[in-house]
């Protein structure tokens, strides 16, 4: 599922708002997802999951061409656990479908 094709869900939904209404709601809330990670929160969506930041501490690679040694420096990467709920749902939807297509 694309950016888009969220909108167009949201709208679909939900008969009063507009597409670009639809738009504006869905840029809202990454937006204030996006500036919460930035900040160093933890976002948690109960039934859905948890938006964390994870550190990577620095390291020594390889260049894979000349095979010489290059030090990585320290990152932070956002980290998606799901929530409970979703695990079973996609899990419980994953082997209905999985069933129909043997079928």
């Known amino acids: 599922m694309t950016r888009s094709d969220l909108v167009e869900e949201l709208a679909a939904r ?3 708002l507009t597409q670009r209404d639809a738009e504006f709601a869905v840029k809202a809330i990454l937006d204030a997802m996006n500036d919460a990670l930035v900040r160093g929160h933890r976002i948690e969506i109960r039934g859905f999951g948890s938006f ?11 260049n894979p061409r000349s095979g010489e040694s290059v030090a990585i420096p320290e990152k932070k990467v956002p ?3 799901p929530g409970k709920a979703l695990r079973e749902a996609v899990d419980t939807r994953t082997a209905l479908l999985e069933g129909q297509h043997k079928a």
């Open 14 to 16: 939900f008969g009063q």
């Open 52 to 62: 964390a930041i994870n550190r990577r501490p620095p390291r020594m690679g390889r």
């Open 79 to 81: 980290h998606f656990k």
